[in-house]
């Protein structure tokens, strides 16, 4: 089959993914092979890619890709060839500790991740854990549906977070894939979404957001920070009332607070994007019509030079990557 493997983490600029031939994947018990029909350009395999993330030799080559849409093709588990199941970051987990018993298979220990512990989307195939993949409903286009399943749950999860109540305002900074999302997932659970953009307003327009500035304004009522910048953390704890929540999806080395701005019982989280629960609430909001979605589609031999887009914040919406 052929992939896009990473034998070393480079700048982008260095074309570290390489178009060629790689094993088809051998399945195991409880796993699937899917046929890739479609996988989305995450900011995170930028990170993964360059080596912002560091990663250990053994996990290498690496087949980066965790938006992951794809029809079965080979079962050895309950799930029937022919249907169609997608994977976001989370891959797996143990099924056994505290986190997993309790529904928060995404804190597990033991949870690993797609496109870095098992090779990812930028692939023809995948071998996926039939425990932890999501059905895709019959009305879904692939392409459309392969973002949900990382920018999607993360902007969901992250919403979530804010327990918002109608007409807050809540700023989102950031209005890549997942601030796309994420203006959009404030409106259906009543708020009023405000994105901070400086670079991409046409998209904030786009998901409909209720206002659209380049910097705060007035005290909002809960905040999200999509984009990876540690500094407008900052911003965003100090432009939200007292008692009110900051979360912190993007990531990021360091963040530094000053405690005068975090003093009055602000909570700052972050996400750890994954729950199986979220993944099919965001495929029903999706299916059932209530997502606009803003997706562009690219050979997946391209990868690099999407990335490289991506990178310089000229990505609008989503990429996805079709073998
Ligand atoms: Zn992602
Ligand atoms: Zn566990």
């Not at 804190?107 to 690993?112: N, Q, R």
Request: hydrophobic share 40%; with cysteine; aromatic share 6%.
């Amino acid at each position: 089959m052929k992939a896009m493997i990473l034998d070393k983490q480079k700048k982008i600029e260095d074309n570290p993914l390489k178009y060629k031939e790689f094993d088809k994947p051998e399945i195991k018990s409880g796993q699937v092979v899917v046929k890739v029909q479609a996988n989305g350009v995450c900011h995170s395999d930028l990170h993964i890619v360059e080596g912002d993330i560091p990663l250990g030799h053994e996990l290498f080559p690496i087949i980066p890709g965790h938006e992951i849409v794809g029809e079965v093709v080979e079962s050895k588990s309950n799930i029937q060839v022919g249907e169609r199941v997608g994977i976001g970051w989370f891959y797996s987990a143990c099924g056994k500790c505290e986190y997993c018993i309790s529904g928060r298979e995404n804190l597990c220990p033991y949870a690993t991740v797609t496109g870095i512990n098992h090779k990812g989307g930028y692939s023809e195939f995948a071998a996926l854990d039939s425990n932890y993949v999501t059905k895709i409903p019959d009305n879904m286009d692939s392409a459309e549906a392969a973002p949900l399943f990382c920018a999607g749950i993360t902007a969901y999860s992250a919403v979530k977070k804010l327990n918002v109540s109608p007409n807050d305002r809540i700023a989102v900074f950031g209005i890549g894939g997942l601030g796309f999302y994420g203006l959009q997932m404030v409106k259906l659970m009543g708020g009023k979404a405000c994105a901070i953009t400086r670079s991409h307003p046409e998209v904030a327009e786009k998901a409909e957001a209720y206002e659209i500035s380049d910097k705060p304004a007035g005290k909002y009522d809960g905040a999200i920070v999509f984009a990876p910048n540690s500094g407008l953390v900052e911003t965003a704890v100090s432009s939200v009332k007292s008692g009110k929540t900051i979360v912190v999806p993007a990531i990021m080395d360091k963040i530094s607070i000053p405690f005068g701005s975090f003093m009055w019982e602000k909570n700052v989280t972050s996400v750890a994007s994954g729950l199986r629960k979220e993944a099919r609430a965001v495929l029903d909001i999706a299916s059932s019509g209530g997502l606009i979605s803003m997706v562009h589609t690219d050979k997946l031999s391209s990868a690099n030079e999407v990335l490289g887009k991506l990178k310089q914040g000229k990505v609008k919406g989503r990429e996805v990557l079709i073998p």
